[in-house]
């Protein structure tokens, strides 16, 4: 789903929302 370039810049997000992060990780 998330292209590897989009992990980069995601993953700070993904350490605070986890779960959320699934689609919340523009939020």
Do not use: N, S, W
Request: proline share 4%.
């Amino acid at each position: 789903m998330l292209m590897p370039k989009k992990v980069k810049h995601r993953k700070h997000h993904r350490g605070r929302m986890k779960g959320g992060a699934k689609g919340a990780t523009e939020v």
